[in-house]
């Protein structure tokens, strides 16, 4: 598929963006600046800004608790999720969220659940909605392999495909729940894709280092299910290059295990050498925009902490509608 010059940088700049960001959240983390944890997505950037690029005006987000940036690709500031993962006023849950609940209707990014795969029921929710305007927006929701494995997601994937929902099921296979191996809890190889066919969805398994790849098989199910035809999955293999929480030492897998997907399969590194290849930018202008994000995030960060705490009394806030 031909691609502008425009195109690919913007998309290029999306992924570097969330990357960089993610390693500043484990750079601060490190100097326990960041209260509670943090579960970073450094490595799977690929597969949330390359499905988030399918998006249009309209539709709705049920993003995952990794990679916890990737709510700026819609739209929120780096300095409101900054904010909240630091528990500070400016937050977009003022604070009472934290670093696994970034929220913003007005960007259609719902929200999630600390306990996961409860989460997966109001996407669906929304995706009714949606069909009952009549409109061709769709939800995307993500999850993960160990999520997969839960009774709400199946719950919530038998209603989306008995009603027809309009609803890209995204998952995200890093290969580990916790320090549990995929492949020790799941009968099948795709715990995504195999299973679409038991709920009659159409599924799609792609390489989630691979950020071109996974916005052309998200372009490709997401046209589908706006066409009409009830929802789809997309599979993206992955694998999670850091411990489950920072601080997670890693003990239960292989190190050498990691670092191969470190170096044959930084999404990072495949998207500029793809890039370099093919003459859509310049090794200078790739140390630029290292650069101008660099500065981006130190500017989000001191933003954040020069914004108010998150009190007390604050959690009484928000409770009821």
């Not at 398994?205 to 997401?222: F, Q």
């Not at 660099?294 to 409770?319: G, K, M, Q």
Request: hydrophobic residues 40%; proline residues 2%.
């Amino acid at each position: 598929m031909a691609y502008s010059k425009e195109f690919i940088t913007d998309l290029y700049r999306n992924l570097l963006g969330i990357r960089l960001s993610e390693e500043k959240l484990v750079a601060i983390y490190k100097e326990g600046r960041v209260p509670g944890h943090i579960h970073s997505g450094v490595g799977q950037e690929a597969t949330h800004v390359g499905t988030l690029f399918s998006r249009k005006e309209g539709d709705y987000f049920k993003l995952a608790h990794r990679v916890v940036s990737i709510s700026h690709v819609l739209g929120v500031p780096f300095k409101n999720i900054y904010a909240e993962i630091l528990g500070r006023q400016d937050g977009n849950s003022r604070g009472g969220g934290g670093v696994n609940h970034i929220a913003d209707f007005s960007k259609g990014v719902l929200g999630m659940s600390g306990t996961l795969g409860c989460d997966m029921g109001f996407a669906v929710g929304a995706a009714y909605k949606l069909k009952m305007e009549a409109k061709d927006n769709i939800v995307y929701c993500f999850y993960g392999d160990g999520t997969s494995n839960r009774g709400p997601v199946h719950e919530a994937m038998n209603w989306a495909a008995a009603w027809k929902l309009p609803v890209l099921f995204v998952l995200d296979n890093n290969q580990w729940a916790i320090s549990t191996c995929i492949y020790e809890s799941c009968a099948v190889e795709n715990p995504g894709a195999d299973r679409a066919a038991s709920y009659g969805m159409a599924s799609k398994v792609v390489d989630g280092s691979d950020v071109i790849a996974v916005y052309e098989a998200a372009k490709e199910l997401s046209d589908y299910v706006r066409a009409g035809n009830g929802p789809a999955i997309l599979e993206a293999k992955n694998y999670r290059w850091r411990g489950h929480f920072e601080g997670d030492q890693c003990k239960y897998r292989d190190p050498a295990i990691t670092e191969k997907w470190q170096k044959k399969r930084n999404c990072v590194k495949r998207m500029e050498n793809y890039m370099l290849e093919n003459d859509f930018i310049t090794e200078d202008e790739i140390k630029r925009m290292y650069g101008e994000i660099d500065v981006e995030l130190d500017a989000a960060v001191e933003f954040a902490e020069a914004s108010p705490r998150a009190t007390a009394e604050d959690l009484f806030n928000n409770i009821f509608a």
